[in-house]
């Protein structure tokens, strides 16, 4: 049987301050530690029981850990990922010839880097690998309108940033 309510209420009142300030660590950023911290807490509400448990305060935040090692793994992906489209943007700089293509591309990974990660990842994925909206929603786990608006959120900050420079170059 899952935990019931004020056992979910105890733990998050014994254990929510300093999972949220060791995920802090981790994340580097509060809104992912909350978020970490909420996956904490569901992970707790589906166990079936914590009586066993010889030190509760340990397996907690042992639990925190795991799924704050998971989040970085799957954060690196990321970071690698946008690490290699800055290399190759950077890369076209080195070989383009011609001084505009060299300040339009740095200026547009600059611009990149600027994006909200949900926006820069979709913009990415729909702009480098092709991805269709429904692939897109589907590798997010978001709704397919969600892919959509932050594209096209992604689309028109990236339009409001160049536009400078392009006006600029032209």
Request: hydrophobic share 40%.
């Amino acid at each position: 049987m899952p935990l019931t309510h004020p056992e979910l209420e105890r733990l998050y009142d014994a254990h929510a301050s300093g999972l949220f300030h060791y995920l802090a660590t981790f994340t580097k950023n509060e809104a992912d530690a909350r978020d970490l911290l909420q996956d904490v807490f569901i992970k707790l509400a589906r166990l079936d029981e914590l009586d066993a448990l010889q030190n509760e305060k340990a397996f907690v935040f042992r639990l925190a850990h795991n799924i704050a090692i998971d989040w970085l793994r799957r954060r690196k992906v990321r970071w690698d990922s946008e690490e290699r489209l800055i290399k190759e943007l950077e890369g076209g700089q080195q070989h383009a010839s011609d001084p505009d293509t060299t300040a339009l591309s740095a200026h547009f990974a600059t611009a990149m880097q600027s994006l909200p990660d949900e926006q820069r990842t979709i913009a990415q994925l729909k702009l480098w690998d092709g991805l269709t909206f429904e692939e897109i929603a589907h590798t997010q786990n978001i709704p397919l309108n969600t892919a959509a608006s932050r594209y096209r959120y992604a689309i028109d900050k990236l339009r409001t940033l160049l536009r400078p420079i392009y006006e600029e170059l032209t």
